[in-house]
């Protein structure tokens, strides 16, 4: 577990010591106990991890995979991989893992094990959780599992409303508009200029390394399918970015972000729809000493899109079905 400031301030490690006995103690005995203890009054999960799965299942009678997923995958254990903390907020990046021995939102058990990743987003005001904000990486989740979107008896496919933030050039504004009086101000200022332009490279160290891009899997996808470098500002017209949320601490930035804009080129082969995506995505920037951004590592709801160009199995089918 790397924490981005393992000499963080006394507040700080209380508000990330809460948020890691939330997710360590899922799953066992102490955990009604400490929900209780943890969770405030108001507590809103905004976003479930598995928020996709979970909409295409909705009233279709599928058994429940049960409180954090244990009927499905009742051997899960998170591997948390990254912690930051800034303010109130509390950022964890953990891989799930498991063996998928029960119904999953209409998925019959297969057997598989399962090796995914996950952002939670948290907010702790006195002592307890009032906000959690959860994105699995719900595309490589099917394609580990070799298991297509479960079809819904109404024929839909339930797709995400597209997100609604403050664009990126107005955020970065009101960040320009206050004064810049530490490291972190600066990084934070940095990382945001990043989402004004979806080719700038501005604010990037010399080798400056992307560790994971956004749309990876779509990306390996297309590669691997003959259909060359995924290039987005070519797939999706007016792509821009909203921005919401930015946490620094020691020489890291999150930053939880959207991508916007019409599918009017080539993504994967899928021909142009004129539909119009919109997705969350998480950064994680790494700064040196000067506030150069050394690395990237960036995740974004890939089932998402997906969805929203309806073609939800993409990564599952093949010319020979379901590899």
């Known amino acids: 577990m790397n924490h981005a400031n393992p000499n963080r301030t006394a507040e700080l490690a209380r508000n990330v010591e809460i948020a890691l006995r939330f997710k360590q103690k899922q799953g066992t005995p102490e ?6 203890e943890v969770l405030a009054a108001n507590y809103d999960r905004v976003r479930g991890g598995n928020l996709h799965l979970a909409n295409n299942a909705r009233d279709q009678g599928w058994p429940h995979p049960a409180l954090y997923l244990r009927a499905a ?13 800034d303010g109130d907020r509390v950022g964890l990046l953990f891989r799930v893992t ?17 090796d995914v990743y996950e952002v939670a ?24 599992l070799g298991a297509r979107l479960p079809p819904r008896s109404d024929g839909q496919l339930i797709a995400p409303p597209l997100p609604q ?15 810049v009086l530490t490291p972190l101000d600066r990084n934070k200022l940095s990382a945001a200029r990043t989402r004004l332009s979806t080719q700038t490279k501005e604010g990037l160290a010399t080798g400056h390394h992307n560790l994971r891009f956004g749309f990876q899997h779509t990306r390996d996808y ?14 999706f017209a007016e792509r821009r970015y909203g921005l919401d949320v930015l946490m620094a601490e020691g020489k890291q930035v999150w930053v939880r972000f959207n991508v916007n804009g019409i599918h009017n080129g080539p993504f994967c082969g899928i021909v142009p729809t004129g539909a119009r995506m919109g997705v ?3 950064a994680m920037l790494n700064f040196d000493d000067e506030g150069a951004i050394t690395s990237s590592w960036t995740f ?22 379901v590899r």
């Open 31 to 36: 955990m009604p106990q400490v929900e209780k």
């Open 73 to 85: 995958f009742p051997d899960r254990v998170d591997v948390i991989e990254q912690v930051i903390a």
């Open 98 to 114: 498991g063996t998928h021995t029960g119904n999953f939102f209409g998925i019959p058990a297969t057997g598989k094990k399962v």
């Open 121 to 144: 987003l948290l907010r702790i005001v006195n002592g307890q959780m009032v906000e959690g904000w959860y994105m699995m990486d719900e595309a490589e989740l099917l394609r580990q």
């Open 165 to 179: 933030t403050e664009d990126a050039a107005t955020f970065v504004q009101k960040l320009e508009d206050q004064p």
């Open 222 to 235: 297309s590669k691997a399918h003959g259909h060359g470098e995924l290039n987005l500002n070519a797939a």
């Open 280 to 282: 969350n995505a998480v």
């Open 300 to 321: 974004a709801d890939e089932l998402g899109v997906l969805l929203q160009l309806g073609r939800p199995d993409l990564l599952i089918d093949e010319p020979g079905g």
